[in-house]
Each structure stands twice: as C-alpha cells, then as structure tokens.
C-alpha cells in the first residue's frame, strides 16, 4: 500500500504594505517667503493643501496609517489633520453642509501619526526616522511634492507588485534629455513587461551623460523593512546627506529584487515654483465649482497676452 503524499510546503507570500510614510522636514526654500511660517507643505493647490492630495491617495488604496515626518516650524501639518471645532461650528451655524464636509475630511482621511527629524540630512535620513513605526513590514514611501491624479492608478499598482514579487518597488517616468538630471536614474534588468521592469541598480540625479536610462524615479517608493539596515550601511552622499537611492542600491547589491511600474498618468510636481503654478491652473479648470468660470477667464486672459 503506498503512503499518502507528503504535504507541500505552502508558498511564502509576502505582506502587503500597509503604512505609509511622508517625508516633510524640508524647509521650503525655494518657495520663500511664503514659507517662512506656512509649510510648503501645506500650500494650497487651488483650495487644497498639497499633503492633503498625498495623504488622500494613501488612504485610497488602503494606507490607514500615515507617519508624517516633521521638522521644526512645521507644526501646523499636525494642526491641518485635527479637528477644527470653532471652523466646524461656525460652518454648522450657516448651514454649509458642503465646506463643513470638505473641513472634516482632512480628520477622516487616515490614522495620522508624527515624528520629528532633528535636521535635515537627506531623504535616507528622514526614512530611517520610520523604523520604530514599520516594524517589520513593507511600507510605502510618498514624497509630498508628486501629486498623482486619483484618476490614474500608480500606488495601488506599485503594492500590487511588491506583494507578488517583494522588495524594492519604484514609480517611474520617461523623461528627456537634460531632465533626468532632476531624478534618479535606473539602469534597467530587462524589458517592460505589463507597466513593470526589472530595475539592476540605480543612480541619483545623474549628468545626462551618465545617466543609466531615460527612466526616472519619481516620489513613490514601496520598500522593505531590510531598508533601514541598508541605510545604517550607507555613507553620506556629496551633498554631506544620506540619500535614499544610494541605501536602495545597497539593498540591490545584496540581492534584494527592484522593480519599477512605467507611469504615463497624470502627475503634477509642486517642488518647483513654475510646475506649482501649472499644477494649480490644471486643477482649477477641472475644479467641479471653479473650473468653467477660470477656464473661460483663462481663454480670455490668453488671447491678450
């Protein structure tokens, strides 16, 4: 009689990313003065803080739990995400149930949580900052100047495959020439294949003739717990900062797998002060109560320019 066959060995799986992390100690210089007091952080992008978008697409695609990494100054982001009782009364005794709604959103979004970098050195650096949050879990990584439209889908496709596949997930972006200068470069592993390629190693902000592709890295990250390791490993960049990219390399090094999603959506970057100024006019044309009213000025304003 034959024995019955050995049970298998259920295939590990790895676990979906369920926090996210923002990085927000940058002081905003190149937006002052008017981030002297305010954080660019919370500069609005038409009638919306731009954390406000970043946090919102965490909780989209299931983040509950946010960490927003501060610095000094920048206690008004943990005020924004609190409840407002005296604006919230006041808007209940007008009865203006849509603006009480959108001031209440901001509370609603996500499980909110704070920790302060002691200075500012570098992305890697504010990371690290995550460790005790994480655990040991995956997470995501948003940078709060890229706004990605909640009409494309970037985030929730980055989980999917770093669920499948662990690792180092990263969104990308073709650029052009010069511009790649302005990110990091990756050096593919492979083709495209379905939005995602296999990504060798990658460098930051590259000359354009060093770089290793046209494919560059944008502010959504989905990382390994490994990473905080890899970055207690890492020494400081040119800059005299710790830098994110260097760390994931290292994780590369050891045999940790990277991957990219190829995004062609919607992306707007408030980092600069002409893309802000763009981001706020695309936004204000679509916006559901503004948007005829600006479009049809705009049209105007241009014809006499």
């Known amino acids: 009689m034959s024995s019955p066959p050995r049970p298998q060995p259920a295939t590990p799986t790895v676990l979906r990313a369920r926090k996210a992390v923002i990085p927000a100690a940058g002081l905003g210089t190149r937006f002052a003065p008017a981030t002297k007091v305010v954080p660019k952080e919370l500069l609005p992008v038409v009638d919306v803080p731009a954390l406000e978008y970043i946090v919102a697409e965490a909780a989209r695609v299931g983040l509950a739990d946010v960490l927003v990494i501060t610095g000094r100054g920048k206690d008004a982001i943990e005020g924004h995400f609190d409840a407002a009782p005296e604006v919230e009364d006041a808007l209940e005794r007008k009865g203006d149930e849509h603006r009480l709604a959108r001031v209440r959103r901001s509370t609603d979004l996500a499980r909110m949580h704070y920790t302060r970098q002691r200075e500012a050195r570098g992305l890697g650096d504010a990371v690290s900052y995550a460790e005790a949050f994480v655990g040991n879990e995956p997470f995501a990584v948003l940078l709060g100047d890229d706004i990605i439209d909640e009409r494309d889908v970037l985030l929730a496709r980055m989980l999917e495959v770093q669920a499948e596949r662990g690792g180092i997930v990263l969104g990308l972006i073709e650029v052009e020439g010069a511009a790649i200068s302005l990110y990091g470069s990756i050096k593919p592993a492979g083709d495209v294949v379905d939005g995602v390629i296999a990504v060798e190693t990658l460098i930051e902000k590259p ?13 959504r990250y989905v990382l390994p717990p490994q990473i905080f390791d890899a970055l207690r490993r890492t020494e400081l960049g040119a800059r005299g900062e710790l830098e994110l990219t260097d760390a994931m390399r290292v994780l590369g090094q050891d045999g940790v797998p990277m991957h990219g999603v190829v995004f062609s959506g919607r992306r707007y970057d408030t ?26 000025w705009l049209t105007e304003f241009v014809r006499t320019l």
């Open 207 to 219: 000359k354009p003739e060093e770089a290793l592709s046209n494919l560059a890295v944008i502010g």
């Open 271 to 296: 980092g600069d002060r002409q893309d802000y100024l763009r981001a706020v006019v695309r936004l204000a044309c679509e916006h559901p109560e503004l948007g005829a009213d600006f479009s049809g």
